[in-house]
């Protein structure tokens, strides 16, 4: 009977040492690494032949490609935390309690990513600029762009926030992209 209870006491504090280090994981990878750039990036067509629909002028701001960068390391870490969560799961040497609570965890990540997806939507609707939304452990944290915050879109950004529940003013962190 001890060595049962011990199996499962290692299998308990490993899947605990797994959901902390899929926690880190994903906190490394969704917080906002800005690195300052204000060029912007444009490419342009060849205009040799003058037909409707030809593609003329293209630009994208470095705005738009930090952004693009966030989305894209929020969602790998989202990734990474999810197969960790669903390895746990599918282990059939997980006990009950642990797969319970991976479960539990699996949940609250596939809210806070329809809850992220929600708000960054409702947030350009409402601003007209481009936003990231990172929610981890019960904070909201929002970049906007540069030239866009001011105090009335503060409070419509933490007003759209608290609206989407459990979540206080003082967990709301909002800033602009610096570049």
């Known amino acids: ?30 917080k ?17 032949s003058e037909n409707l629909g030809d593609a003329q002028y293209v630009a994208a701001t470095a705005n738009d490609d930090e952004f693009a960068t966030f989305r894209l390391e929020r969602k790998t870490a989202h990734d990474k935390a999810e197969e960790t969560l669903n390895a746990v799961i599918k282990d059939s040497a997980s006990s009950q309690a ?15 990513i329809k809850r992220e997806s929600d708000l960054e939507t409702l ?33 419509q950004i933490k007003d759209l926030v608290l609206n989407q529940g459990k979540f206080t003013p003082e967990n709301i962190t909002i800033f602009e992209l610096n570049s």
């Not at 209870?5 to 906190?27: C, E, P, S, Y």
Request: charged fraction near 20%; aromatic fraction near 4%.
């Open 1 to 30: 009977m001890s060595v049962k209870i011990r199996k499962k006491q290692v299998t308990l504090a490993a899947m605990v040492l797994a959901l902390g280090a899929a926690i880190f994981i994903n906190w490394y990878y969704t």
């Open 32 to 48: 906002p690494q800005v690195q300052p750039t204000g060029e912007e990036v444009s490419t342009s067509v060849s205009q040799q």
């Open 98 to 112: 642990a797969v319970k609570e991976a479960t539990q965890a699996l949940k609250q990540l596939s809210d806070s």
């Open 123 to 155: 947030i350009k609707a409402k601003t007209g600029s481009s936003c990231v939304v990172i929610i981890d452990s019960g904070e909201v944290k929002v970049v906007v762009e540069k030239g866009v915050l001011t105090d009335t879109v503060t409070m």
